[in-house]
């Protein structure tokens, strides 16, 4: 399994966002992604995921989105399957040990 993590300044919002729900659909349902779109304040935008599959194929697939604005921060490595769930339950320090996390569904982009 491999994860990845790219991180913009909020400034790069207006082309991620959109090249993200763009790009999201279209890759194979081997890849979760999400994104988030942190408050203005804290001046960040953030694309996470996690595939079945090799850490090459996924740099591989999430080229689109490193060549959209100017990513300040980007990490893609491939980790046994409870390292991903940790790095995703660390994100939200909220969580206790024993998790669940759910989400909504687009099913169709926003528009601008």
Request: aromatic share 12%; charged share 20%.
């Amino acid at each position: 399994m491999s994860i990845y993590s790219i991180t913009w300044k909020w400034c790069d919002l207006e082309k991620v966002f959109p090249a993200w729900q763009r790009w999201a659909p279209s890759v194979t349902n081997r890849l979760t992604s999400t994104i988030e779109v942190a408050a203005k304040q804290v001046g960040t935008i953030e694309s996470t995921g996690q595939l079945l599959g090799s850490s090459a194929y996924l740099r591989g697939l999430i080229r689109p989105l490193l060549r959209t604005g100017t990513p300040v921060k980007v990490m893609v490595r491939t980790v046994p399957f409870i390292e991903a769930t940790k790095f995703f339950a660390a994100r939200d320090l909220n969580l206790e040990p024993k998790f669940k996390i759910s989400g909504a569904f687009g099913y169709k982009p926003l528009p601008r």
